[in-house]
């Protein structure tokens, strides 16, 4: 009996044991070129960190720049600077298995911005989650896109 409580007790003791704090491996950790970090160094954020064969990408803003109205514009480039992302940790559009958008008036930006969504994510198609907020950083900005994707093989 009482070695059942010691085998026992070894057991609960390794479920409830608090997990070992594993850092982040700066190789594994994308930052952006320099030039365009000042907001990942002033923020603290990186633009994708890699985990074994997954790859998380921090959200990128698709916003207007200076007098633009046609936010098409705006979409194609957040779209275009994923891709760049995603090639450099190893990764492509082909790749990703979950993306979401947060969008400041979801109705009034859906059919422009799947237009643009249509000509980087084709089928099979990854999860995708589409959620209206209120508004992003920077003011000007209009969706932001989160991917999670695999490594290349």
Do not use: C
């Not at 009996?1 to 994308?30: C, E, H, S």
């Not at 997954?54 to 514009?73: F, I, K, N, Q, R």
Request: charged content about 25%; cysteine-free.
């Amino acid at each position: 009996m009482m070695n059942r409580l010691v085998i026992l007790a070894a057991a609960l003791a390794t479920v409830f044991a608090a997990p070992a704090q594993a850092k982040r491996d700066p190789a594994q950790v994308l930052m952006p070129p320099p030039g365009r970090d000042a907001a990942h160094q002033q923020w603290g954020f990186a633009e994708a960190v890699t985990h074994g064969d997954t790859v998380y990408l921090s959200g990128v803003v698709a916003g207007l720049w200076g007098e633009e109205t046609d936010p098409s514009a705006a979409y194609d480039r957040a779209f275009r600077q994923i891709g760049d992302i995603l090639k450099r940790a190893g990764s492509s559009w082909d790749d990703v298995v979950e993306m979401t958008t947060y969008h400041t008036d979801l109705p009034a930006q859906l059919d422009a911005f799947v237009k643009v969504k249509a000509r980087y994510v084709t089928a099979p198609y990854p999860a995708w989650t589409a959620i209206d907020i209120d508004r992003l950083v920077p003011d000007k900005g209009l969706v932001e896109i989160k991917v999670v994707a695999r490594k290349a093989k």
